[in-house]
């Protein structure tokens, strides 16, 4: 796969910059974040679900990006978007990590059951993703706006999944324009986000 068009930041102008920026912003952790508030808040009272996805939102989305933060500070990662599978590997360590702790937390106190299957789906998602990415560079954002537009038609119904149809996409287009993913990779993406989701509607979540 030839070189991502935003890996120089001297091409970061016109089009590229406003696919870059799409991209950074309709990403897994922000996709995520908004069900990690919008889960609880659907089935508790607004402090009691706001509560909740304030914990999901710091451990889940938060953490994670903060570690990678770090990681790129420091030069443990040469880009934000680690096209090289080698520099993932410790970010989905900690994600996972996180995305535990989280769980047991929602699990000890009495957090809401959806949120207990969306994090069970976080967990998933990256131990796969992760096992993937020890050879592949799968597309970790179609996987996340793929699983995004599946939890919203399961939980909201179909109708209100068709607000997310545009974001995914919007992110199949950015993802295959930066030359950041190949369309096996993306396609893949696709397919992991949707074995994901359903396979936990047959112990009942979602």
Same mark, same amino acid.
């Given at each position: ?75 443990? #990662? ?9 520099? !993932? =590997?410790? &970010? ?5 990590? $996180? +995305? /535990? ?67 995914? #996409? ?9 030359? !950041? =993913?190949? &369309? ?5 993406? $696709? +397919? /992991? ?14």
């Amino acid at each position: 796969m030839s070189a991502p068009l935003d890996r120089d930041i001297q091409n970061r102008t016109g089009l590229v910059k406003f696919a870059r920026i799409f991209s950074n912003v309709v990403s897994p952790p922000v996709m995520f974040a908004l069900l990690g508030i919008a889960i609880p808040l659907k089935t508790l009272p607004f402090w009691e679900g706001f509560g909740w996805a304030a914990v999901y939102g710091l451990l889940v989305s938060l953490a994670p990006i903060l570690v990678v933060l770090y990681l790129l500070k420091i030069g443990y #990662i040469s880009e934000l978007h680690m096209s090289d599978t080698r520099e !993932r =590997h410790l &970010p989905y360590a900690t994600a996972v990590a $996180f +995305a /535990l702790l989280s769980f047991g937390i929602v699990s000890w106190f009495g957090g809401p059951d959806l949120l207990r299957c969306l994090l069970i789906f976080n967990i998933i998602e990256l131990v796969a993703l992760g096992l993937i990415n020890i050879k592949w560079l799968i597309s970790i954002h179609t996987t996340g706006v793929m699983a995004t537009w599946l939890i919203v038609g399961l939980v909201w119904g179909w109708t209100a999944s068709l607000i997310v149809v545009p974001f995914v #996409i919007g992110v199949s287009w950015v993802r295959l324009y930066l030359k !950041r =993913h190949t &369309p096996g990779q993306v396609l893949a993406g $696709f +397919a /992991l986000g949707i074995v994901s989701v359903l396979s936990l509607t047959l112990i009942g979540c979602f």
